[in-house]
């Protein structure tokens, strides 16, 4: 049943079918196939108890936060100043696409955001200092992925809604592991770059004193990322709230920068929306069906199979690894997320794994699915911004080397759980 599952998944995203309509359809199909349509006379109480959860209003609060600093040009501000400090490394303004996609990264909490804002402030220096396209549109997709890991973070407030994990410890536990995996984005560049030094376009010309001018250009992510993470750490505010505070705080530097004006505020709202709108139906339709799935007992049948095979705990966690590996090629990673945690959560820890351990691992794969082709949509959104246009491949091409540095971060959060849990342990 759970491989009939996966395969009519499969079936109906490889055949364009809108992901929220694909978790409705087989959420429906499954009741009426097993339970003579019982659950769906449910469906208008249960979505609405869903929707209501406290914990969801941070989505669109963080969306929303996203969208002024794209449109106040704060990002674009902040993508100039790190040019300045560090784009003296071997493949220059690659680096600056990492290191303001982490920047970003800490105030956006969304990957697709992260991507399109970097994306479309840099792509016209590829043209302008020669760089080789297709890995800088790699470094672009990989750096916008960083969004759902470095906090805040959307995807790590779903996992502890789905999980009854605490949003807080998730935050503190994604935390180096994002530094980590920027720093081995940046050492692919500088290898790429070291061998190929004509990759690495023009040097850039700076000095020390436009380094000190720019500095405050680097204020204002910096301030957002204080007044939300540590908000919540210095018991403030809660995550939701925390969400506010930045939204607050992010409207409170357009003004300062002249930018605050009806027009664009209007279109930080329509896209927050349009965003929103997505992700809740997609999150409700996802809810709806673990719902389903457990009522026909998907997952204790999953445990029951798992443990007739007799794998130890590592080896369980490397299926479970391989599991979304492959899966994230196919799936699109909030839904994914969302129909397989819930099943895949009890095994793991019925093994005996930390569950914010887990959440991070996860986090990391759900990374390695956005830049993951066919279904990569870290990939879409990067090739969305080409002006010229070109061949898609360009950009998945450029994205392989990246995908190597994910699963080299993979192995070493399985080797060393402690660099996911060693900071939350110390906190609390």
């Known amino acids: 049943m759970p491989l009939l599952i996966v395969a009519i998944l499969l079936v109906l995203v490889i055949s364009a079918v809108p992901v929220a309509a694909v978790l409705g359809i087989l959420s429906l199909s499954l009741d009426e196939m097993f339970m003579r349509g019982r659950r769906s006379l449910m469906m208008g109480d249960f979505v609405w108890e869903q929707s209501i959860e406290y914990i969801l209003v941070a989505i669109p609060m963080f969306i929303l936060l996203g969208e002024i600093m794209l ?8 993508y100039n100043a790190v040019i300045q400090w560090i784009s003296w490394l071997p493949g220059g303004l690659l680096h600056a ?65 789905l999980t009854d994990s605490s949003v807080p410890e998730l935050y503190l536990a994604g935390i180096f592991p994002g530094l980590m995996l920027a720093g081995l984005f940046m050492a692919v560049i500088v ?11 023009q040097k850039v010309e ?21 007044a939300v993470v540590g908000s919540i750490y210095a018991g403030v505010a809660t995550p939701t709230e ?35 709108a997505t992700i809740m139906l997609i999150i409700l339709a996802a809810v709806f069906l673990n719902f389903v799935l457990g009522f026909m007992g998907i997952t204790q049948a999953i445990l029951a199979a798992i443990e007739a095979m007799g794998l130890t705990p590592m080896q369980t966690m ?71 246009g070109g061949n898609f491949n360009d950009v998945s091409i450029g994205a392989v080397p990246f995908v190597f540095a994910m699963l080299a971060m993979i192995g070493l959060l399985l080797a060393f759980p402690g660099i996911a849990i060693w900071l939350p342990n110390q906190f609390y």
């Open 71 to 78: 449109r106040s040009g704060i990002a674009v501000r902040m």
């Open 97 to 161: 696409n990492i290191g303001s996609s982490a920047i970003f990264a800490a105030s956006s909490g969304s990957s697709v955001a992260t991507a399109a804002t970097i994306g479309t402030v840099a792509y016209p220096e590829i043209e302008k200092r020669r760089y080789n396209e297709s890995l800088f549109l790699g470094s672009i997709a990989a750096g916008g992925t960083l969004g759902i890991l470095i906090p805040p973070s959307i995807n790590l407030i779903i996992y502890g809604l």
């Open 191 to 201: 290898i790429a770059c070291l061998r190929n030094p004509q990759w690495g376009g």
């Open 206 to 226: 700076t000095s020390w004193s436009q380094r000190i001018r720019v500095l405050p250009d680097l204020l204002p992510p910096i301030l957002l990322f204080v």
């Open 242 to 276: 925390a969400a506010s505070i930045g939204v607050v705080f992010a409207l409170i530097i357009a003004a300062w920068n002249r930018a605050l004006n009806f027009s664009m505020l209007l279109e930080a709202f329509e896209g927050t929306m349009k965003s929103t």
């Open 318 to 388: 490397l299926v479970i690894v391989a599991f979304y590996l492959v899966l994230g090629m196919f799936m699109e990673t909030l839904s994914m997320m969302l129909t397989t945690i819930p099943v895949v959560f009890p095994i793991v820890t019925h093994m005996g794994f930390d569950p914010i351990w887990f959440g991070i691992l996860i986090t990391v794969l759900m990374e390695t699915a956005l830049i993951t082709p066919p279904i990569g949509i870290n990939l879409y959104v990067v090739h969305g911004i080409r002006e010229r």
